[in-house]
């Protein structure tokens, strides 16, 4: 049984940092598409930024380029997003999302993954990230 938990949300004020982790059990996130979703109150769930299986591609909403970063500690089996120069309009519950591809074709090495929440098979129960201005 796969399970992901998050860590390391927080309030912050604008222009600081956070690190968030997700922690997998189960199943290696080596071979998975990963992903930081988040949704603010009366909004919809939105994608922050993903890594694919291969580690070789990386998305990010316009809004958080430069700003955040995606990653993948394989050893220690987690997911991290660094978050730097926060704003307050990144207040949100931060979710993490993985999916385990049926196959790994090299067409794919480079496939950007999806920004469709749909898509990923399991979520963490997701931190709160409270940015005041």
């Known amino acids: 049984q796969v399970q992901l938990v998050e860590s390391g949300g927080g309030l912050v004020q604008a222009g600081g940092s956070l690190r968030l982790s997700c922690v997998a059990s189960g199943r290696t996130v080596r071979n998975a598409d990963m992903g930081w979703f988040r949704q603010a109150p009366g909004k919809e769930r939105e994608l922050v930024a993903s890594?694919?299986?291969?580690?070789?591609?990386?998305d990010y909403v316009d809004s958080v380029k430069g700003r955040f970063s995606i990653s993948r500690d394989n050893a220690k089996n987690t997911l991290i997003l660094q978050m730097n120069s926060l704003k307050p309009e990144d207040t949100a519950v931060y979710y993490c999302?993985?999916?385990?591809?049926?196959?790994?074709?090299?067409?794919?090495?480079?496939?950007?993954?999806?920004?469709?929440?749909?898509?990923?098979?399991?979520w963490g129960q997701g931190t709160q990230v409270t940015v005041s201005s």
């Open positions: 890594i694919n299986w291969s580690g070789e591609s990386t």
């Open positions: 999302a993985a999916d385990w591809p049926r196959q790994y074709p090299l067409s794919d090495y480079f496939r950007i993954p999806s920004r469709i929440p749909s898509s990923y098979n399991y």
